[in-house]
């Protein structure tokens, strides 16, 4: 024991002498939580729009101005030909080309249907699905509204009307920080803890100085209790600081429990620092440890659900997901802060957390050796 | 010339033995392109639905079936109490709900209006915006399915073209991007790092008293770099073509070009580094925090550029990447020619001389 606190005396004179890893842990959390969610910003908006309004009516006119209203998008201008249109398209100038066609309002008056053309720069997938959801209701729309006013109903009709009213819940205004801050956080924790545990272990490799332990009475568990004790520490302190600025700068309290985001990121942090672990044991230098932390971080990151659904994966991918753990951080994450998830909810994700630290903290310490 | 080509060899024989730098340099191009191509896409399927049916008659059964058949969505409970609908979101256990009020059925027989109430999780709300969409459509296929034929007056449809990428792939937007994103990392950090290691472990002082001009020396550090970037170009296209089924549209020669001028940009960024930082260390975070993340960031395919605030918009201008994303996208996914090209072309050529001559002038032949 005594052995022990020694250890953890030189760990923490080590990280409060070395200003780079200070400022990883305090500054670099502040400054990724105050860009970031700027920049994932995927609400889609400001749609760029280009018309050809082949019509000139007023019925063309009052479509156009119930699109551009919406505020979903940006009114790019009117071209007089689909061709010229399409070269804005390839420009990457205009998103998305209404096309009314000529005789469009008159055909909706005599033969009772009139088809409109959209054309959409589909490469930012995103980006088109939302665009033509959103401009499809928004015709729906005015074709009712046409309906409404010009079409008189028969007495009895055959067509039936469903009325949907719908409502969004936990987040009425759709706002996409309220989303994307949390999953941030949760990465952000990942990231130093996993990167400072590789590097420091690696370090002690390169520069020599694990030798000199290694030939002294400590005993491994001592060792690497030492080294995971003191980033434990530290991955709860940038947690902290990642609640606090998501408080003070977005203004987002989490609905549920405090203390089970602390109860689930204390079990979460062993499994991440037993990866770090793990690097470490496999990695030389330093170069190398960083280059494979890199390469898990980035399998992690993508597979973790944070910028595209999980449920939208392929089965065998929504499978090696299960494995992932900062897939269920930023779940539990979510669930907590903005659902108010509680304990019941997030039960299983802790166990199976829980789990795989078990199984990496096994591994690092069976690959970790006393002698080279 | 001779001894160029003998310092380039020493360089490779470098390189080429630390193996485990080197699988990742290959293996993690190779597990982006399959992640991005295979696993992230942008499509909904087997949404989970929370059905509260209140009414039980045949018209909820029948629109539940319809919404189990598709492929968007499974039906995962049908409950009769409301209460249910804020348990099933917090547990994740469904993403929108439907609730039928009692006499559903029957209001729509007699009167031929009915109500019904979607409720969404928008906690992720762009995943709500598009449940809701498909949800709503189903029920307006299931209101002309009602109205027997009789088309509703003045009705308009809309056909839809998507262009470039008709099913919305995530491929065609992130393959132009792995590839600026890989080149960045081969040809920035790795580069920096080789030639401060030679610093830091005191051999660039033993190279620099040679007969071998310093400038050459530079030069036999980065061609492994530029041959090694080459061939990840080469490796992520084959990827891409025969097994994302995401080809060259456009010149393959000409979209070389582009990246051999891409790589020289990124070589001078990654010499322009080595001369003013002087431990490993320091030039890996000066690569990974200056550079790497920028590139993530501001090159467009992973964040959209135009949502971000203006200041962040001007400065993603200053990011060789972004404008090498356009050139890639330009050639690979439309398939346009030169003229597309020509401002981004010249917007990195100029980046390019200034980052020679700003590296130029700091390069030292002396050590202190």
Known sequence: MRILLFLLQKEFKQIFRNRVILGMILVLPIIQLLVLPQA????????????????????????????????????????????????????????????????????????????????????????????????????????????????????????????????????????????????ILALLVTMVVTYLTALNIVKEKEVGTIEQINVTPIKKYQFILGKLIPFWILGLVVLTIGLLVSRLVYGIVPVGNIALIYLFVGVYLLCVLGLGLLISTFADTQQQAMFVAFFFMMIFIMLGGLFTSIDGMPDWAETVTRANPVRYFIDVMRMIVIKGSGFSDIRNHLLIVGGIAVVLNTWAIVNYRKTT | ?????????????????????????????????????????????????????????????????????????????????????????????????????????????????????????????????????????????????????????????????????????????????????????????????????????????????????????????????????????ASILLLSTFVLDVPVQGSVLLLFAASAGFIVTCLSLGILISTVTDTQQAAMLVSMMGLLLPTILFSGFMFPIENMPLPLQLISNAVP????????????????????????????????????????????????
């Open chain 1, 40 to 183: 994932a910003n995927y609400e889609v908006r400001n749609i760029a729009l280009s018309i050809v309004d082949n019509d000139r009516t007023e019925a063309s006119r009052r479509l156009v101005q119930k699109i551009t209203a919406s505020g979903y998008f940006k009114l790019d201008g009117y071209e007089d030909s689909y061709e010229h249109a399409q070269a804005r398209i390839e420009t990457d100038e205009v998103d998305i080309v209404l096309e009314i066609p000529q005789g469009f309002d008159r055909n909706l008056v005599r033969t009772n249907t009139a088809t409109l053309l959209l054309a959409v720069n589909a490469i930012n997938g995103t980006k088109a699905g939302l665009g033509t959801s959103y401009l499809s209701s928004i015709i729906l729309e005015y074709n009712s509204g046409i309906r409404a006013q010009w079409a008189t109903p028969p007495k009895f009709s055959d067509v039936a009307v469903v009325d949907i009213q719908t409502s969004n819940w936990f987040n009425p205004n759709m706002k996409y920080d309220m989303f994307m801050v949390p999953g």
């Open chain 2, 1 to 233: 010339m001779k001894q160029l080509l003998v310092f380039v060899r020493k360089e490779f024989l470098h390189v080429l033995r630390d193996k485990r730098t080197l699988l990742i340099l290959f293996g993690m191009p190779i597990m982006q392109i399959l992640i991005f191509g295979f696993a992230l896409t942008n499509e909904v399927k087997n949404a989970q639905v929370l059905i509260v049916d209140q009414a039980h008659d045949e018209d909820s059964r029948r629109i539940i079936e319809e919404i189990d058949a598709s492929s968007y969505f499974d039906v995962s409970v049908v409950s009769v109490s409301t209460k249910d609908i804020a348990k099933a979101f917090q547990s994740n256990n469904a993403r929108i709900a439907l609730v039928f009020p009692v006499g559903f059925g029957e209001k729509l027989q007699h009167t031929r209006n009915a109500q019904l109430q979607i409720v969404a999780d928008a906690s992720d709300p762009n995943t709500a915006t598009t449940l809701r969409f498909y949800l709503t459509t189903i029920l307006a296929d299931y209101q002309q399915q009602m109205s027997k034929g009789a088309t509703p007056p003045m009705q308009i449809s809309t056909s839809v073209r998507m262009l470039y990428n008709p099913q919305l792939r995530g491929a065609p937007n992130f393959v132009p991007g792995v590839i600026a994103l890989v080149l960045m990392l081969v040809c920035v950090m790795m580069t920096s790092i080789a030639i401060v290691r030679e610093k830091e472990l005191g051999t660039m002082e033993i190279l620099l008293v040679s007969p071998f001009k310093p400038l050459l020396v530079l030069l036999a550090k980065v061609i492994p770099y530029l041959i090694l970037s080459l061939a990840n170009v």
């Open chain 2, 321 to 368: 990447a972004k404008w090498y994303y356009l050139i890639v996208k330009d050639i690979m996914i439309k398939g346009l020619g030169i003229e597309a090209i020509a401002k981004e072309l010249a917007i990195l050529t100029g980046m390019t001389l200034v980052l020679i001559l700003v590296s130029l002038k700091k390069f030292k032949v002396r050590l202190t």
